[in-house]
């Protein structure tokens, strides 16, 4: 007997929208101010900073994403409904999302209470994308919805591809050819790459860069 809580088999688009470069970040900041802004359990600036560019970046996503989870810096989104943004619009929702976070990061020297070399390196922070598409299983794991399957598991590896290298910057939108076809995502101005990992046939994707 089927139940409400069941299983449900799906094919669509993943997406995992990551900060590039906070981790080191934050250790840095946080080596750099263990004496006064991280003392006797004080929770510094930089994790509100954090919190905003998360926010930012759902906004940009949902819709015509639907969120799933927040994964630390990265945000993870996935669609069913074909119908909603496709082709080129996808990768201007890309591209206005990552325009949004940069002009949050720059806010940030507004508020910021310091500028060491540590602290400067908040401009370092980037936002890289990843776009794949194929069957998932959504289904409810300790009361929260979740996205399982090889697929997702993919979309997860390719956040750590050489994309960044190839596009010679670190924010990016690395679109996988199962995606790109099932969206019909325009081609141009973008660079080919093939991403291997274990127990997974080579991944044909395509790598756009973003900003300037």
Known sequence: MTTANAPTA????????????????LQSVATAHADDAFA????????GILTRLLDGIVTGL??????????????????????GVR?????????????????????????WPCWCEACANIDQLDLKFVLHAGPFVMQEIAGQRELVGP???????????????????????LVTRAAAEQLEI?????????????????????????GA
Do not use: W
Not at 10 to 20: F, Q, T
Not at 40 to 47: F, L, N, S, T
């Open 87 to 111: 082709g080129n619009d996808v990768l201007v929702c890309f591209a206005e999302c990552h325009s949004g976070f940069r002009q949050q990061v720059g806010s940030a020297k507004e508020i």
């Open 151 to 173: 697929e997702v598991v993919m979309a997860h590896r390719l956040l750590k591809a050489t994309a960044p290298e190839l596009a010679g910057r670190s924010g990016f939108a």
């Open 186 to 210: 325009p081609l141009d101005d973008c660079i080919q790459v093939v991403e291997s990992h274990e127990h997974y046939a080579p991944i044909d994707a395509h790598v756009f860069a973003l």
């Open 10 to 25: 799906v094919s669509g688009p993943l997406v995992l929208a990551d900060i590039s470069g906070y981790t080191a970040f």
């Open 40 to 47: 006797d359990g004080a929770i510094p600036e930089a994790y």
């Open 62 to 83: 949902v819709p015509p994403f639907t969120l799933s989870k927040l994964e630390g810096d990265a945000v993870f989104a996935f669609a069913t409904d074909l119908d």
